[in-house]
């Protein structure tokens, strides 16, 4: 089970993609987790009302900050990335289809970031880690290499 989780792509497709969207998750997260750059911390956040009405609302927002922060931590790595990327893809179900729905573009709060990110995140999904990640210096690719 743990090889298969690790197991990843040998490509380079892979790099950017985490690069990004692991730099995005861990600032996003980092603002809702510890309220830097202009977020309003933890107890602030999962104050909120969870989307759906998910109840109880403040473990469900503690649990989709945690899974930004950790979630994009993982994928930056190259670590667990499919696990990272899985923590990531509920939460930009949520955020698209609970906070976003009914209009696409960014600037009236459509899903078009969302669907931008879910994508990413499902694409490493796929194909793991891919070059200079944990995932391929820890997995059985390295002996395939070409």
């Known amino acids: 089970m743990f090889r298969t989780l690790m197991k990843t792509q040998p490509t380079w497709m892979t790099l950017p993609v985490r690069l990004a969207l692991g730099c995005i998750f861990i600032a996003h997260g980092a603002q809702k987790v510890f309220g830097v750059w202009g977020g309003k ?3 602030a956040f999962i104050e ?3 989307p759906f ?4 609302a403040w473990l469900w927002l503690g649990a989709a900050a945690f899974a930004e922060l950790f979630g994009g931590l993982l994928v930056l790595l190259g670590l667990l990335t499919r696990f ?3 923590m990531i893809v509920p939460v930009m179900l949520v ?5 976003h729905w ?3 573009f960014l600037q009236d ?5 969302t669907l931008a990110l879910l994508a990413m995140a499902l694409a490493l999904l796929i ?3 891919g070059r200079i990640s944990f995932d391929e210096a820890l997995s059985d690719t390295r002996t395939r290499r070409r």
């Open 48 to 50: 909120g009302t969870a």
């Open 102 to 104: 009914g209009r696409f």
């Open 95 to 99: 955020a698209m289809f609970g906070v």
């Open 109 to 113: 709060r459509g899903i078009e970031y």
């Open 127 to 129: 194909a793991g880690g």
């Open 53 to 56: 009405g998910l109840q109880p």
């Open 41 to 43: 911390g933890l107890s």
């Open 84 to 86: 990272g990327a899985l």
